[in-house]
């Protein structure tokens, strides 16, 4: 079966840093990707972890470890525009391709 | 130059009456998808095709139906609709040769069943 686990939502002050986890247990695994969606858009691609270690790309890094199911994605220097939900979704066995419920992150200032 | 287009962006119906969103990628991916995202944004997996041919197809009721006329084209069918279809439809696409393929989205159609 597929699980994957997140924070249903989060807040952080503008300029701050936050971390947003995600679990799963998935039938497979051959990569975990992080996507952002704002209200009322398509989500669209942040990162992607295939190996153990971190990933990191302007503001936003991704962090991986298959032996524990987890992952996180670090946002720095946050910004009003940083609000929107983050899913974490996870390429399993086939073409499978399987998001956790998002987590909805409000920057305040 | 849209990557995945979705028709229509929006659309209000009656229950009872059938309709369909059509999804088209020119990215030349192989393998497209079909999501439902309901009121508290769960975006669950309902179909995927590859090469014209159905790989995934979780539990959807029977009212639904896909249908890939080439690999670059993947449209949705409902039949009977019902209150709790309402909801934002993606369409997403990727290349399933390399596993370090990212989904690409379409913009969404939203349908609500009155």
């Known amino acids: 079966g597929q699980n994957i686990d997140q924070p249903t939502e989060m807040t952080a002050t503008e300029g701050a840093i936050v971390q947003i986890n995600c679990t799963y247990q998935?039938?497979?695994?051959?990569?975990l990707f992080w996507y952002q969606q704002h209200a009322g858009e398509a989500p669209t691609f942040l990162s992607y972890n295939v190996l153990d270690g971190l990933e990191e790309k302007g503001r936003f890094s991704s962090f991986l470890s298959r032996s524990k199911g987890y992952s996180y994605l670090l946002l720095k220097e946050l910004q009003m525009k940083d609000s929107a939900s983050y899913l974490c979704?996870?390429?399993?066995?086939?073409?499978?391709?399987?998001f956790g419920p998002g987590t909805r992150l409000s920057v305040l200032p | 130059d849209t990557a995945v287009s979705q028709t229509p962006k929006y659309l209000v119906t009656q229950m009872g009456n059938d309709k369909s969103i059509k999804c088209e990628q020119n990215l030349g991916h192989d393998t497209m998808y079909w999501y439902k995202q309901d009121s508290k944004k769960f975006l669950k997996i309902m179909f995927s095709y590859n090469n014209k041919e159905l790989i995934i197809n979780e539990t959807v009721p029977n009212r639904f139906s896909p249908k890939s006329p080439d690999k670059a084209h993947l449209n949705l069918h409902i039949n009977s609709l019902e209150l709790g279809d309402s909801a934002v439809y993606f369409c997403?696409?990727?290349?399933?040769?390399?596993?370090?393929?990212?989904?690409?989205f379409g913009e969404g159609s939203r349908l609500t069943v009155l």
């Open positions: 979704a996870v390429a399993g066995e086939g073409q499978n391709f399987v």
């Open positions: 998935t039938s497979g695994f051959n990569g």
């Open positions: 997403a696409s990727r290349e399933s040769g390399s596993w370090t393929g990212e989904l690409f």
